[in-house]
């Protein structure tokens, strides 16, 4: 970062680009000013603050930027930009960027080479204005460069990433990183200006180019130049880009720095923090690119990494999924004059600074006696010009140039509208909403993003754990421009009861403005990004002030949605909480707040409705699945629960009602309430009531990272019906059947062995871990009806054809006599259960699905399926396809069998819900 202060010497700076926001320790008095609710820190070192809804910065587009460089270098940002009073809603006061920073001249005339500029924004913030996690067109926090006072060890490694030092807080802001006069502290500048470089990229642009004019000024008063020291090649902004990072230290204050003046050794390209040898950044020996180099930047000092990023442009996001080139690269006459670019190790080291270039080399260290420096104190500062015949000789043609591609008749570029927020709607008219920002507050962003100020029935606040008289979780706290209302924040997930879980612990509490009396649905609002747990476990208080509800919710919806948490009966003034700790946190997974409702209903909805269970009730098979339940095949975020809109459950018309329980629960009906955990591959370990193990199935098969479906909330003492299937995959029962059958060669029915031993693991593993299951569901929902529904034959005893091609008709009469013996088992522990008191019934469907199996017409159960058919879906290369040969089997040589495989089709979910409408008619069910 620009710095004017501090002598550079052979430890590397945390200057050159953003340092990881992670921190040291504080005194007593500011702590003492420390809040444990409000995101913004006053006790603060950086003049500009994070957490501030009113003034977030605006993330611009790479062309935007590319653009306000353009401007900025040739003093037309005023031409073109002239900001009004609260400028997006930032609350700051009106100005054009160039009266608040009026550009310098640069000694001797010229302007900067506009990829020079570039550079700069590529290497100090990749062209940020804004946190990284804002993409264009969003707002967000401010970048700011080590903000809570990072502490790193010599190697560069955070021994403590959450500790808070304000006294080394670094405050650089935005694109290009402006530290100076950014503190509170400083009065070298107006708040005005200090907030115009905190949120506007074109006044932050503005500010950088003078501080850069600034070095090459100062260096060129040294008497330091390169070559002839024109400016409009990029060879001749060496030392001044030496300067922007580490300082410049003018001769007349030699005295204080042991006599010595000019560059510090930190950049000097002889120092051995940077490789021996190196080529230039971001190109290879043959002279054609090389991006790896960005993965290990601290290879290369500072101005080397500016001029190969001017060469080659960034790659960077202009909206989500679109990646481009950033900005114009500057241009050579010749490859070999690009390549050398990076000047020779040796030539700023020479006996005029102390400087032995014959020690550099691959072992070299800064060590006594063992690097270029021959200086203990590395006071081995460069003040000397480089002439041409050492170096570059630009007046022949062999330096860079600069391309400008914006010249002043181009306007300011437009602004993107990444993911655009729910401004409204969504919920019943009658809903009270309660947002995360105040009500009557608008938050930062552009005009077109939610022109109204926030309308919210209630409050919100953040509780963060203290930590030795600090609030560690603010660090890790973040806001972003979308979602509802504009405005969202987050954090990460970390697993409960750890110690960072523990001082980083930030809960959100949503309380409504009144008190309510009667049954009312409690919604949450999922932003379409920045949300990602499995496990967001939200608590509602019904009004009598303890918190005695749960619902645990999968975020990763990717979408601007309303979720209902359930329906309660309040008795006063509600609230509903959030935490950041979850059972699998792991530091990498968002929790987000938004905003929560409250519908009021009349009376309690007659049918409150739990799904529990494997694919067959989760959908599987049938498609247009949730996303939330259908992400991320291949990674340890993988969730392949696979909950389809076309299950049997969302299909089903339940007594006295004439509309799907799907739709009625979409429609947020006052009639029915639905709870929808179900999930592909899930065993019985899966569901009950036990402890959350993301490794009870390999690769969290049947659970991924969800919470177990008997704890997720779904069931409460107001639940009216539970439905389920549940049982078909402990013991690997009917999947290792299947496959035992499609053998090439082989015929599982000639095997004695193979319906003993497959009965024999439904009555020993199957029978017993759901009796324990089903156990475990009518204590959670003592007054619900169950209903445990069975499974039908798979493929028809009577036709064969291409589908079934693996299967014998014999094999295929085995595999019918082991569903029909698994239900015969399930509808006897159903009885068995039903005569221990438990309200509880079996459906069968094996009768309704007769003349509809597999290869029937019509025919409602898939065969065979080639996948992957959905991002949930087995894939080439996943970690769980190459241990369970799902694409690699004999008999499917180099394809995946889709999870979809020998599941109902929509039309087969539609006889599901038939029978379930049938079985529920018989009971007499009416809800309550």
């Known amino acids: 970062m620009p710095r004017t202060r501090t002598p550079a010497r052979g430890s590397p700076r945390r200057c050159g680009g953003v340092a990881t926001t ?458 972003i421009g979308a979602g509802y209302s504009n405005h969202f924040w987050f954090t990460h997930s970390r697993e409960t009861g750890t110690t960072d879980a523990n001082r980083l612990s930030t809960t959100g509490t949503w309380k409504l403005g009144k008190a309510l009396n009667g049954w009312s649905r409690v919604m949450v609002h999922i932003p379409d990004h920045g949300a990602h747990t499995q496990q967001a476990k939200y608590e509602i208080d019904t009004g009598s002030g303890t918190f005695t509800r749960t619902r645990y919710v999968n975020q990763k919806i990717k979408a601007n949605t309303w979720v209902s948490l359930g329906v309660y009966n309040m008795s006063g003034t509600p609230r509903v909480r959030l935490g950041s700790q979850t059972e699998d946190g792991d530091g990498s997974e968002d929790v987000a707040w938004d905003a929560v409702a409250f519908q009021p209903l009349a009376a309690k909805p007659k049918h409150i409705v739990a799904v529990l269970g494997d694919s067959y009730t989760s959908g599987e098979g049938a498609g247009d699945y949730s996303p939330e339940s259908d992400a991320d095949h291949g990674t340890d975020r993988w969730n392949a629960c696979r909950r389809s809109d076309n299950a049997w459950s969302r299909k089903v018309v339940l007594p006295g009602t004439s509309t799907p329980l799907g739709q009625l629960s979409d429609d947020w009906s006052s009639t029915a309430e639905l709870g929808f955990v179900a999930c592909s591959g899930a065993m019985t370990r899966n569901v009950w009531n036990g402890p959350f193990d993301a490794d009870s199935q390999s690769f969290g098969e049947g659970q991924f990272k969800e919470i177990n479906q008997v704890n997720s909330g779904v069931l409460t003492p107001e639940t009216t019906l539970v439905m389920l299937t549940l049982g078909g995959n402990d013991g690997g029962g009917f999947t290792n059947a299947m496959m035992d059958c499609a053998g090439i060669g082989t015929n599982c029915n000639e095997d004695p062995n193979f319906l003993t031993k497959y009965k024999g693991i439904v009555d020993q593993t199957m029978i017993p871990n759901l009796s324990s299951t089903l156990s475990d569901i009518a204590l959670k929902a003592p007054n619900a009806q169950i209903v445990l529904m069975g499974y039908p034959e798979l493929l028809s005893r009577t036709v064969k054809c291409a589908g079934s091609l693996y299967y014998m008709m014999p094999e295929v009469a085995a595999l019918a006599e082991l569903v029909n013996h698994a239900d015969t088992e399930q509808e006897k522990l159903v009885g068995q259960l039903k005569t221990g008191g438990m309200k509880i019934a079996y459906a069968n469907p094996v009768d309704a699905f007769v003349g509809h199996a597999g290869c029937d017409d019509p025919e409602w159960i898939n065969k065979i399926v080639i996948g992957p058919n959905g991002d949930g879906d087995f894939h080439q290369g996943d970690p769980v396809t190459k241990v369970t040969g799902s694409c690699t089997a004999d008999w499917l040589p180099e394809e995946c069998l889709s999870r979809e495989s020998f599941h109902p089709k929509s039309d087969g979910t539609t006889g599901y819900a038939n029978v379930m409408k049938s079985r529920l008619t018989a009971l007499g069910y009416t809800g309550s």
């Not at 590529?122 to 804002?134: D, G």
């Not at 070298?188 to 950088?208: C, E, F, H, P, R």
């Not at 030699?254 to 006599?259: D, E, L, Q, V, W």
């Not at 022949?396 to 300011?412: K, L």
Request: charged share 20%.
């Open 22 to 479: 992670a921190p040291g320790t504080r005194s007593a008095s500011l702590a003492a000013a420390a809040d444990p609710h409000n995101p913004v820190e006053e006790e603060r070192t950086c003049a500009v603050a994070r957490g501030d809804v009113r003034q977030q910065a605006f993330q611009p587009t790479p062309r935007q930027v590319e653009w306000a460089v353009d401007q900025a270098i040739s003093n037309n940002l005023n031409k073109l930009v002239s900001r009004p009073a609260n400028w997006k809603d930032t609350g700051v006061g009106s100005y054009a960027p160039q009266q608040l920073f009026p550009l310098d001249s640069l000694t001797g005339g010229g302007q900067i080479p506009a990829q020079v500029m570039l550079g700069i924004t590529a290497q100090e913030s990749n062209m940020w204005q804004a946190t990284r996690y804002a993409v264009p067109g969003v707002t967000a926090n401010s970048l700011i460069g080590n903000y809570y006072g990072t502490s790193y060890n010599a190697d560069g490694e955070i021994p403590d990433p959450w500790a808070i030092d304000w006294a080394e807080s670094d405050c650089g802001y935005g694109i290009t990183q402006v530290t100076d006069n950014m503190r509170k502290s400083d009065t070298g500048w107006s708040s005005l200006q200090q907030k115009a470089v905190a949120v506007d990229y074109t006044a932050n642009i503005a500010a950088g180019v003078n501080i850069l004019i600034e070095k090459w000024n100062q260096t060129k008063a040294g008497g330091m130049t390169i070559a002839n020291g024109d400016p409009k090649y990029l060879e001749s902004w060496f030392f001044a880009l030496w300067a922007y990072n580490s300082g410049f230290y003018p001769e007349a204050d030699a005295s204080k720095n042991k006599g010595k003046w000019g560059l510090g050794f930190t950049n000097n390209p002889a120092n051995p923090l940077w490789k021996a040898n190196r080529t230039p950044f971001l190109e290879n020996a043959g002279g054609t690119d090389d991006y790896s180099h960005a993965a290990h930047p601290q290879d290369w000092p500072y101005q080397e990494k500016v001029l190969g990023w001017a060469a080659r442009p960034i790659s960077a996001l202009f909206k989500p999924g679109d990646m481009q080139a950033g900005y114009r690269p500057a241009w050579w006459t010749t490859i070999p004059d690009r390549t050398a670019l990076k000047p020779p190790e040796s030539l700023f080291c020479t006996s005029a600074n102390e400087c032995d270039p014959s020690k550099i080399g691959p072992n070299d260290s800064n060590d006594p006696g063992m690097g270029a420096c021959t200086r203990t104190d590395l006071y081995c500062w460069w003040n000397k010009s480089i002439p041409a015949t050492t170096w570059k000789n630009c007046a022949v043609g062999v330096c860079g140039n600069a391309i400008h591609r914006f010249d002043n008749t181009y306007p300011e570029q437009p602004d993107e509208n990444s993911y655009a927020p729910r401004c409204s709607g969504g919920v019943p008219s009658d809903a009270l909403v309660i947002d995360d920002v105040p009500n009557g507050v608008r938050p930062s962003g552009s005009a077109n993003r939610c022109p109204s100020a926030v309308s919210s029935a209630g409050s919100f606040e953040f509780t963060f754990a203290a930590s030795g008289g600090f609030y560690p979780g603010k660090i890790d706290l973040h806001q």
